[in-house]
Every structure is written in C-alpha cells, then in structure tokens.
C-alpha cells in the first residue's frame, strides 16, 4: 500500500476543519482537488473514512484511529522541520573560538557577549592560546574559527587578514619618554622593557627593529599575554611596544600612556580556519562582526 503524503494532508485538515471547504482553503487548494484527495486515499486504503450526510462529511471510527496516527506523523514532521530551521538559522549550535590574548582579552568579550544577546540559541566556547597553537587546533578542526597573529602557513588552514595596525610603544604615565611624539629604536636604549613571549611572532619583529638599530634594552620580565605586559607597565616596571587593540584598551582605562613607533612594526589581525570544510553561516556571522569590530577600533 502506497500513501500520498498529499492524501494524508487533505484527510488531516478535513478532520480539524470539519469542513472539505476549509480543508481546501488550509491547504491552498480548491474545493474538489480536496475532494478528488480524499476519495484517492480511501481507494488506496480500500475503505470509508467518511459518511457523506448532507453535503457533509462525518469521520468514522476507522477514520478517527487513522488520523491518530497521522496527527503522530505529522507532529513529528514538523519537529523535524523546525529543527532544519534551526540549524539553517544557525540555532541550537556551540562556535568553539580559538584566540590571542590580544584580542580575547580586550575586545572578543563584549563581541560575544553582544552575539550571544542577538543569538540565544547559539553557544560560544573560546579559549585563549599562542598564535601557533592555534594554528595546529585549527588544522585539526579542534575549534571553528582562531584568531591570531601568525605568518606561518599550514595546508589544512585558509588564513584570511581582518585587520593591519602598527605595533605602538605604551609607557607608564610620567615617564620621561612622553616628552616625545614619536618614539623610535634609540629612545630605548638602556630603557627596561617588558617583552611578550619568545614564540609570538611581532616579538621577533621587534627584537629585529632593535638589533638592526644596534640598541641594546635591558630585559628581566616577559610574558605570554600583552595585557600582563600593559599591567606591569602601568604601575611602573618598564616600557613596552605591543599591538594596538590591546594597547587602546589600557589607555581607555587610564593604565598607560602611547606613542607611534618608528619604523612601523605590522601586527595582523588573522582568522584561521578550516580548509577541510565549509564555512559556515554561523562561523562567518561571527567573524563578520569580529572584523566590523577592528575596523571600527582601528579606523
């Protein structure tokens, strides 16, 4: 016995609607096309569903017990239809982030927060790591989207650049290099400076700028998180160049004081991803905002 899952609509709305005219109308269809599915579907079944009184239609018991189960079906077909919504919507998912400190401790909170507002069904779950560590969890697909710093090329990862600013010096307030509104290689000699790590790749770019203006820092505190490094420069314990997110974050709050530096030292803004699969709409909702977010920042 084969079913028209046509047949099982006109007979499920003539049982709600008590009415072929109103089961027509629910289903955007006329009158007899209602009728002709009804009479159909009774053929295939090989019995009644209906009493015909007076233009009328009245279920019988076989009918009842049938539309119990149809109901059931149907029920069930438009769980499963609101769940495709969903996920078409990107809703009921978890967006696993992988981030450099520079931007999840400054900018990526408020970011997430907002997005989590604008889409209640969607999880976030964001860990901060070293720019090459996220590399290798994006390559092997541990989380949606990484945001970091990092030239390094891998072939399981797309690498696409949100946003380009140049490194800025952050001295604590009063120190004697604010006298300048310019800060170049030499105004550092001698000067204590707090460096980020030795993995970091604009660590090495400035260690670079220095040794090629043959300046000579004095080192004893380095850190894997710029904001430490911006903590320990407001209260004091040395100088520092770092990337602007994190560096207009603590002068907002008051911590410290910036200056450009020169030469220019590019620090970019990178999302990772997945070469292995498509990006999704809820992975590229997010990275839109992340991106409108620099721009806006670093405008």
Do not use: W
Request: charged content about 20%; some cysteine.
């Amino acid at each position: 016995m084969r079913l028209n899952h046509r047949q099982l609509e006109a007979f499920r709305a003539v049982i709600d609607t008590g009415s072929v005219t109103e089961a027509a109308s629910r289903l955007h269809i006329t009158q007899p096309s209602a009728s002709r599915l009804i009479a159909d579907l009774e053929e295939t079944i090989g019995y009644a569903l209906f009493l015909r009184r007076k233009k009328r239609l009245l279920p019988t018991a076989e009918a009842i017990a049938l539309y119990e189960e149809v109901d059931r079906s149907f029920i069930g077909l438009g769980a499963i239809a609101e769940a495709a919504k969903n996920i078409g919507n990107y809703s009921r998912s978890t967006l696993h982030i992988a981030a450099m400190p520079a931007l999840g401790l400054t900018l990526l909170p408020d970011l997430i927060s907002k997005y989590c507002k604008d889409n209640p069904d969607v999880s976030v779950n964001i860990k901060i790591q070293s720019s090459p560590r996220i590399l290798q969890r994006v390559a092997s697909q541990q989380f949606d989207i990484g945001l970091a710093e990092t030239e390094l090329k891998h072939p399981s990862v797309i690498s696409r650049t949100l946003n380009v600013a140049p490194l800025v010096a952050i001295l604590p307030s009063a120190h004697p290099l604010l006298a300048k509104q310019v800060l170049e290689p030499s105004d550092f000699e001698d000067q204590q400076f707090i460096s980020l790590g030795s993995d970091y790749m604009s660590r090495q770019k400035i260690d670079a700028a220095f040794q090629a203006h043959n300046v000579t820092r004095k080192f004893n505190i380095d850190s894997q998180f710029s904001m430490v490094v911006g903590k320990l420069v407001s209260i004091g314990a040395g100088v520092s160049i770092i990337d602007y997110v994190t560096a207009k974050s603590l002068l907002d709050s008051g911590l410290v004081e910036t200056r450009p530096f020169l030469p220019e030292i590019p620090f970019s803004f990178r999302a990772l991803l997945s070469a292995q699969r498509p990006v999704s709409p809820l992975v590229q909702s997010f990275l839109d905002i992340t991106k409108d977010a620099l721009d806006r920042l670093i405008a």
